[in-house]
């Protein structure tokens, strides 16, 4: 039984994408800027911090959003040679906020704003012919929901009125959606039930983009609800194909403590899974992968040239690196991942 996550500590909602041999992996941030953390790995069990997407004013501005606001959930994706991001900055302009590069380490576009879409959790997937989808939980007037929307990415405009594809299963939030496809399918990937005990993973596919949509019969394909797994809260996720032709899924999950309704204190985190595809539809594997106990452990040296990019910070200022009392000790520091700096 895996129980060890790949990226451990206060990292949500992953979304992960692949350019030849490399993997890329983002995450999202809330209030902390800068924004987004992005990951590397050649293997989806060892990842490298490459820095943090949203790292300037103009893309978003530090100290705006209050606790648990920001940034939600982004969605990565490499197509056509370039890497794009898509994702929701709850208390920044207007629309989904989305930026690209043709270097993943930066620097990121400034950010284009796709007005008219209200809601979270924004996705990016590309027809044959070029054809742009965003898939998002809407938050509109006709209620909450997956919907769709063709758009024009260089513009930044929706080119018609959103659809709503898929509710889910019945279950709370539908939420989280990611649209994939995989042979004569087109799949939708959901999260339901909530953030916290009920999160679930569920999946619907059509012959287009579009819809209609039919759940799966197994649907929730992932989920730890009502049981004394110790890795609880387990939802969404985000698929990729491997080289090899094969699929993984990574997800957001928690390791609980204590009595009902127990703690958290790492936060949600990002675990890793393997899909098999039975009669077209994806099973998950939660033990395919051994991963191993990350040591999370730093030393920061503070020598003038700036923080790592593990440090930011919920103030209204950018984090920057201070010159170290000399006297004070090493400069280690036992806190893993990404922590707020104690001074911006």
Known sequence: MNVAPIIPGFHPDPSVCRAGDDYYLANSSFEYAPGVPLWHSRDLLTWT?????????????????????????PTLRHHDGRFWLITTDVTGPSGQLVVSTDDPAGPWSAPTYLEGLHGIDPDLAWDDD??????????GPDGVGIAQVRVDLEKGTALEEPRWLWSGTGLAHPE???????????YLLIAEGGTERGHSVSVARATRPEGPYTGAPANPVLSHRSTTHPVQNTGHADLV??????????????RPRGYTPMFHVNG??????????VDD????DEDRYDVAVRDTSYTDTFDGSGLHPRW?????????????DPTAGSGSAPAPGRGPTSAP
């Open 49 to 73: 911090l490459v820095g943090n997407i949203l790292d300037r004013p103009e893309q978003f501005l530090p100290g705006r959003a209050g606790s648990s606001q920001g940034v939600y959930a």
């Open 130 to 139: 070029g054809t742009c989808f965003v898939t998002y939980c809407s938050s």
């Open 176 to 186: 989280a959606p990611h649209l994939y496809r995989r042979g004569a399918y087109w």
């Open 241 to 254: 194909e491997n080289p090899d032709g094969s699929w993984s899924m990574v997800y957001l999950a928690v």
């Open 268 to 277: 949600r985190e990002t675990f890793l899974a393997g899909i098999d595809w």
């Open 281 to 284: 539809w994806p099973v998950v």
């Open 312 to 324: 930011v910070s919920p103030a209204p200022a950018w984090p920057r690196s201070r010159h170290p």
